[in-house]
């Protein structure tokens, strides 16, 4: 296959997500990194590193006027996306953008529309969607293998990295409310959230949030909490779902396995007499199912490609970066409110 038969692809900014990028498109047979736009020229020796034959601009509208380019991937700062995004589909280009899509629900609605306008897809690298572990957890709740759920409990916690333009809220809790939105379909109710700001990045106009504690309730009963920090002693990636049949712990960081089934719970007993036990409390085997292992960017990339040659749906489309967005935006309203419970 030549560059003329492969999808034409231009990467916006370099920094610590573009070389990752970069080598998962690599993978792809039927895609051809074109560009790659990056204003600090500091970063060029890098580029050329791994790109020698690829075409640097210092500006990214240089490589939206290129009709040879097909795809736009937007790694910059989140308070960037937008403005990107809407001009490369001005352009009649088709957008991957990191995650999260944008930083209100306003904009992601309006890139959502013209991308519609346009024809052209529209796509969020919510990479953690696209890894088996969570593929798993799907299943187990989409086949009632854990039964009603009750709970989701989360915790996504590190020393760091300081963000300069968001708190840690926008910074981790995006792949959290991601993974809480492609399992649950239900509609939030409404949401609370409290932080703190000990520790901030130094160029931040003002303080922002790097300990953030999150509260998301359902019509059907459901609670998610979820617990994001940038001041960790050790880093964690720990979810936990409560279901009425099973419980289930997905755990990113246990090299036995990430995913465990519990067959564990509670039910109440018909008692007869006035001291009988009022509970019984199963406690039955664990469960690790085997999980196959892929680089979850791959699969991000693959679906892009696949949708732009098939005109198809991504997984993870415009829509649902922007009910993420949504997610972010109320729990941003609450953190301004002091925890005060919002609609979403």
Not at 95 to 101: A, D, G, N, S, T
Not at 113 to 141: G, N, W
Not at 153 to 177: E, I, T
Request: a neutral charge; proline letters at 5%; hydrophobic letters at 40%.
């Amino acid at each position: 296959m030549d560059f003329m038969e492969k999808i034409s692809i231009a990467i916006v900014g370099f920094g610590y997500w573009s070389p990752k990028l970069i080598r998962n498109f690599g993978k792809c047979q039927n895609a051809h990194i074109a560009a790659v736009c990056e204003k600090d020229e500091t970063k060029w020796p890098a580029i050329k590193e791994l790109l020698p034959e690829t075409k640097i601009y210092l500006h990214y509208t240089e490589a939206l006027q290129n009709t040879d380019i097909q795809a736009v991937v937007i790694a910059t700062t989140v308070s960037s996306h937008y403005r990107i995004a809407q001009e490369a589909l001005l352009q009649n280009k088709h957008v991957l953008i990191e995650k999260p899509m944008t930083i209100t629900g306003k904009e992601a609605d309006r890139l959502v529309r013209l991308a519609q306008k346009k024809q052209r897809i529209l796509m969020v690298d919510h990479t953690f969607i696209y890894s088996p572990p969570i593929q798993e957890l799907k299943r187990l709740i989409d086949e009632q293998t854990l039964g009603d759920m009750y709970s989701y409990q989360s915790s996504r916690l590190n020393l760091g990295l300081f963000q300069r333009d968001v708190n840690v809220l926008y910074d981790l809790a995006p792949h959290d409310f991601s993974i809480l939105r492609y399992l649950i379909p239900e509609k939030p109710k409404d949401i609370s959230a409290i932080g703190s700001c000990p520790i901030h990045h130094p160029l931040q106009t003002k303080p922002q949030e790097s300990i953030v504690y999150v509260s998301v309730r359902y019509p059907s009963g459901l609670i998610a909490h979820i617990h994001v920090s940038w001041l960790s002693p050790i880093k964690v990636r720990k979810t936990t779902l409560i279901g009425s049949k099973k419980m289930a712990l997905y755990d990113l960081l246990d090299p036995q396995g990430k995913i465990k089934i519990y067959d564990q719970g509670v039910e109440l007993r018909e008692v007869q007499q006035r001291y009988e036990p009022l509970f019984d409390y199963r406690i039955g085997s664990t469960d690790t199912p085997s999980i196959r292992e892929t680089e979850d960017l791959e699969e991000v990339a693959k679906d892009f490609l696949r949708c732009i040659e098939q005109g198809a749906k991504p997984l993870v489309d415009g829509t649902f970066g922007r009910d993420v967005v949504y997610l972010l935006e109320a729990a941003q309203r609450s953190l301004n409110k002091k925890g005060k419970w919002v609609s979403v």
